[in-house]
C-alpha cells in the first residue's frame, strides 16, 4: 500500500514537474488566435496586426483562425473547449459581454470560461448613412428617424455584432424603433450602403474611416469622447447632441480555463509588447484607434472591463427584448 501511495505521488509530481516545464519553454510551436468573426471585418483587421507583432516577440508563428457564426459564440465556444496549454487564445470584442444576455442558452459561461490575458484596443464608433441621404447633420437625423420611423432602415453585420449594438444603443437614446436589417457579416452592410440599399450604419472606425474620408457615405458623429485626428470634422455624439450614445468596441484576448498562470503572463507581457511596436501604433492611428495601455493590456483590467460590461449591456438588451435564442 504505502509503496502504491509513493508510486501515485511520483506520477503526479513528475506531472506537474512536466507541466511547469512546459509552461516555463512555452511557446515552443505554433500559437493560433482564434477570431470569432469573418476575415476582413475590423475585429480580424486587429487581431492579425496584434499577431504579426506577438509572434516577434514570443518567437513563434501565430496564425489567425477565423471561426464566425452565432454573433462570435461558435469561435468562443470552440476556445472555451480547447486545451489550456496556451496554444489556442481567442480575440473578441465587446460581443463577448453582450453576448452574457443576448444568448440564454450559451454553451460556456461568459465569466468563468475563460483566463484573460488583457486588453487590446477600444474602437470607437461612428454613425454614417448613405451619401444621399438629407439630414445634414445629427440633430436633422434624428429628427428624420422619428419622423420615418416606419421606412427608415439601419443596417448591422448580425445579432450581437458590434454594428448591432451601436445601432440598438442609438434607437435607445432616441426612444425610437427603426426598420434593422441584419447582414451576415461587416463587408454585405457595408456594401449595400454604399449602394443606397440601406439608410443609416453605426460601425467601427476601423471600418468605417476609408468610407468616410473617400467621401462616399455620410458621417454624423463619433462616439468618442474626443473628436479623432483621423477624423478632425466629424463631431462627437456629445457634440452634436447624442451623449447617451457614448460606446467604444474594446477588445480582449483571453485563454482556456486552467491555461497556466506562468503561460497567461507571458502572453499578457507579448501582448504588451505588441501594443507598443509602431507599425501597430501607426496602423491602428490609421484606424481611428490605440492600443490599449499595459495597464489595461492585463488579466486584472480585462476581466473587470468584461464584468463591467456584462452589467452595463444586460439592461439595455432586456429592454430592446433582442434575443438570440
Request: hydrophobic share 40%; proline share 6%; charged share 20%.
Amino acid at each position: 500500500m504505502k509503496n502504491m501511495i509513493a508510486a501515485i505521488g511520483a506520477a503526479v509530481t513528475l506531472s506537474l514537474s512536466s507541466f511547469a516545464a512546459s509552461a516555463q519553454t512555452y511557446p515552443d510551436r505554433t500559437v493560433t488566435i482564434v477570431v470569432p468573426f469573418s476575415a476582413g471585418g475590423p475585429t480580424d483587421t486587429v487581431t492579425r496586426l496584434v499577431a504579426e507583432a506577438m509572434s516577434k516577440d514570443l518567437g513563434q508563428q501565430i496564425i489567425v483562425e477565423n471561426v464566425g457564426g452565432a454573433g462570435g459564440t461558435l469561435g468562443a465556444g470552440r476556445v472555451a473547449k480547447a486545451d489550456p496549454d496556451g496554444y489556442t487564445l481567442l480575440l473578441y470584442h465587446i460581443g463577448m459581454a453582450t453576448s452574457a444576455t443576448l444568448y440564454r442558452k450559451l454553451a460556456y459561461d461568459t465569466l468563468n470560461a475563460f483566463e484573460y490575458v488583457g486588453l487590446v484596443t477600444e474602437v470607437p464608433m461612428t454613425i454614417v448613412a448613405r451619401k444621399d441621404l438629407e439630414p445634414t447633420d445629427l440633430k436633422s437625423l434624428v429628427e428624420y428617424a422619428k419622423a420615418n420611423k416606419d421606412t427608415v432602415t439601419v443596417a448591422n453585420a448580425g445579432l450581437g455584432a458590434a454594428s448591432h449594438l451601436c445601432g440598438m444603443l442609438f434607437m435607445n437614446a432616441i426612444e425610437t424603433p427603426l426598420v434593422t436589417v441584419p447582414y451576415k457579416g461587416t463587408g454585405p452592410a457595408m456594401t449595400d450602403l454604399l449602394g443606397g440599399q440601406v439608410d443609416i450604419m453605426c460601425d467601427q472606425t476601423t471600418n468605417t474611416t476609408k468610407q468616410i474620408t473617400g467621401g462616399t457615405i455620410k458621417a454624423y458623429a463619433v462616439t468618442s469622447p474626443e473628436r479623432l485626428d483621423v477624423l478632425p470634422d466629424v463631431p462627437t455624439t456629445t457634440e452634436a447632441g447624442l451623449p447617451a450614445v457614448q460606446v467604444g468596441i474594446w477588445h480582449g484576448l483571453y485563454a482556456p480555463k486552467g491555461t497556466p498562470a506562468e503561460v497567461t503572463e507571458r502572453l499578457s507581457k507579448s501582448l504588451q509588447v505588441a501594443l507598443k511596436d509602431p507599425n501597430v501604433v501607426a496602423r491602428f492611428a490609421e484606424l481611428g484607434t490605440t492600443p490599449s495601455s499595459d495597464a489595461d493590456a492585463t488579466p486584472a483590467a480585462l476581466k473587470a472591463k468584461l464584468e463591467s460590461e456584462i452589467a452595463r449591456w444586460k439592461p439595455i438588451i432586456e429592454a430592446a427584448g433582442q434575443y438570440a435564442d
